[in-house]
C-alpha cells in the first residue's frame, strides 16, 4: 500500500510489465534457450502471466498469497534447495515465467542475485534492466524504424535512442530528404540502404561526435545524444534562415547549448545575458559561422 501511494506521488511506475505486452509492442521473435544462470533481482521486470500479483519491487499484491509467501520465505531463510526459478530474457530485462514466490522473497530477504533457468528471446531493439511501461512506445517507434531502415544491418554500431515519442519519424523525413538532394547531386536514382547509410555517416553521426567532443549531454540530463541531434538540426535550420547556409552544424550545436542548456548556472547565466541585452546595455550575440 505504501509503495502504491510512493508511485502515485512521484509518477514512477510500481507494476510488473506484461511479457505479451513487451512481445507485442517490440515484436519478439525466435527464442534461445541459455541454460542456467544467477541473474540479478532488479533485471526482472516483469511476468508472463502474473504481473497483477506482484508489484514492482515483487511484494504480493493479494492478501490471499500470504501463507505460500511466508512459507517459501522460510525455506529460503533456512537456506534449503529450492529448484530455479525459470526466466525469458529479453535484453537484459527478465520477466517470470515460473518462481514468482521465490523471487518475490528472495527480494524481501536481501538477496541480489537468483538462480535462474533463462531462455532468451530475440529482441532487434536494445532493451535496458530499468525497460518501463512508458518505455515501449518508443521502443516501438525504434523497431519499426530498423525494419524500414535497416540500420542496424548497415551500421551495427549505431545506437539511437530517443526520450521522446515521434523521434524515429522525424529520423525517417530527414532520411527521405537526403536521399532525394543525393540523387539531384549526383543525377540517380539512390538505393534506400545507400542512402540510410550515407546520411548516418555524414549528417547524423558529425552531429553526435560534436556534442561527445564538447560534452554537451551534460548540459542536457535525462536526454540522449539522439534528442540533441533533433533539437540541433531544427536550431541549424532557423539559423540559416537568418544568417545564410554557411552556418555549420557545430556552430549550431554549440549555439544551441549555450541557449538553452538544463544546466542550472548555465541557464542562470544566460537569462541574465538575455535580460541584460534586452534593456539595451550589451549587443546581442552574433553568430558567426565557420569558414
Known amino acids: ?50 504481473y497483477q500479483d506482484f508489484d514492482r519491487a515483487f511484494l504480493p499484491i493479494r492478501s490471499h498469497m500470504a501463507d505460500r509467501w511466508v512459507a517459501v520465505g522460510t525455506i529460503l531463510f533456512q537456506e534449503a534447495s529450492l529448484p530455479p526459478v525459470r526466466l525469458y530474457q529479453v535484453g537484459e530485462a527478465y520477466f517470470v515465467l515460473d518462481g514468482h514466490h521465490r523471487i518475490s522473497a528472495a527480494r524481501a530477504l536481501g538477496w541480489t542475485e537468483i538462480e535462474a533457468e533463462v531462455i532468451e528471446v530475440r529482441c532487434r531493439v536494445p532493451v535496458g534492466p530499468d525497460l518501463r511501461a512508458e518505455d515501449l512506445e518508443i521502443l516501438h517507434e525504434y523497431e519499426e524504424f530498423l525494419e524500414r531502415t535497416h540500420l542496424d544491418l548497415l551500421r551495427p554500431e549505431a545506437d539511437i535512442r530517443f526520450t521522446i515519442a515521434g523521434g524515429y519519424h522525424r529520423l525517417l523525413e530527414h532520411i527521405a530528404v537526403h ?96 535580460a541584460i541585452e534586452a534593456m539595451g546595455d550589451l549587443p546581442p550575440m552574433e553568430i558567426e559561422p565557420k569558414a
Open 179 to 274: 536521399r532525394y538532394f543525393m540523387g539531384l547531386e549526383q543525377g540517380r536514382e539512390i538505393p534506400e540502404d545507400e542512402a540510410v547509410a550515407h546520411w548516418y555517416d555524414t549528417v547524423y553521426l558529425p552531429v553526435v561526435e560534436t556534442v561527445r567532443e564538447h560534452r554537451l549531454l551534460e548540459d542536457f540530463p535525462g536526454r540522449t545524444e539522439a534528442d540533441l541531434y533533433l533539437w540541433i538540426m531544427d536550431h541549424l535550420y532557423y539559423l540559416r534562415e537568418i544568417y545564410g547556409p554557411t552556418v555549420d552544424p557545430e556552430t549550431a550545436a554549440l549555439s544551441y547549448a549555450d541557449q538553452f542548456a538544463a544546466h542550472p548556472i548555465r541557464r542562470l547565466v544566460n537569462e541574465l545575458r538575455r
Open 1 to 50: 500500500m505504501l509503495r502504491s501511494l510512493i508511485a502515485r506521488l512521484t509518477g514512477r511506475p510500481n507494476r510488473l510489465l506484461a511479457f505479451d505486452e513487451v512481445k507485442e509492442k517490440l515484436s519478439l521473435r525466435g527464442s534461445v534457450y541459455r541454460g542456467l544462470r544467477r541473474v540479478p533481482l532488479d533485471h526482472i521486470v516483469g511476468s508472463v502471466n502474473r
